[in-house]
């Protein structure tokens, strides 16, 4: 069966912080300077948190051991891709299930390069990771941020 042009794919999404509170970025890259959190589709059948796990997995090499859950954003958020990202793989965008994890791993299981779609990672304050990311994931991360405020590093002051 093939998918209409304008679907939404389901997809599951995580905000990984570490002891400090600061969030785990990936460096897209296909388009450098662009950074973002692990997300992705979910498989047939699939279900939201499972997903979330794999691709934590896929993305960074983080497994599930060494996430614990904190919080669950209360309902899917949606993305909408700019006309010319849109594929038949990726539809329209994402509509997407969010968690936020404690990573309680060491920084050297951390690997986002192998898989090649990500150039870099680091830890960063969300604050840091909104002026780094794309424009069309902009108000989704806002609305995490707000969800997820008291978990977070907060910028440093000049």
């Given at each position: 069966m093939?998918?209409?042009?304008?679907?939404?794919?389901?997809?599951?999404?995580?905000v990984?912080?570490?002891?400090?509170?600061?969030?785990?970025?990936?460096?897209?890259?296909d388009?450098?300077?662009?950074?973002?959190?692990?997300?992705?589709?979910?498989?047939?059948?699939?279900?939201?948190?499972?997903?979330a796990?794999?691709e934590?997995?896929?993305?960074?090499?983080i497994?599930?051991?060494?996430?614990?859950?904190?919080?669950t954003?209360?309902?899917?958020?949606?993305?909408?891709?700019?006309?010319?990202?849109?594929?038949?793989?990726?539809?329209?965008?994402?509509v997407?299930?969010?968690?936020?994890?404690?990573f309680?791993?060491q920084?050297?299981?951390?690997?986002?390069i192998?898989?090649?779609?990500?150039?870099?990672?680091?830890?960063t304050?969300m604050?840091?990771?909104?002026?780094?990311?794309?424009?069309?994931?902009?108000?989704?991360?806002?609305?995490?941020?707000?969800?997820?405020?008291?978990?977070?590093?907060?910028?440093?002051?000049?």
């Amino acid at each position: 069966m093939s998918r209409p042009k304008q679907y939404f794919r389901a997809g599951a999404g995580a905000v990984i912080i570490n002891q400090r509170g600061l969030v785990l970025a990936l460096e897209r890259a296909d388009v450098a300077g662009a950074w973002q959190l692990p997300q992705g589709g979910l498989d047939a059948s699939e279900e939201p948190l499972p997903a979330a796990f794999r691709e934590v997995t896929e993305e960074t090499g983080i497994g599930a051991a060494d996430l614990a859950l904190l919080d669950t954003y209360p309902e899917p958020l949606i993305y909408e891709l700019p006309v010319r990202m849109r594929t038949e793989k990726t539809g329209r965008g994402q509509v997407q299930y969010w968690y936020l994890f404690r990573f309680n791993g060491q920084d050297g299981a951390i690997d986002a390069i192998t898989g090649g779609e990500f150039q870099a990672w680091r830890w960063t304050t969300m604050d840091d990771l909104l002026h780094t990311t794309s424009d069309f994931r902009l108000s989704l991360y806002r609305k995490l941020a707000d969800r997820f405020d008291s978990f977070l590093a907060k910028p440093e002051a000049d």
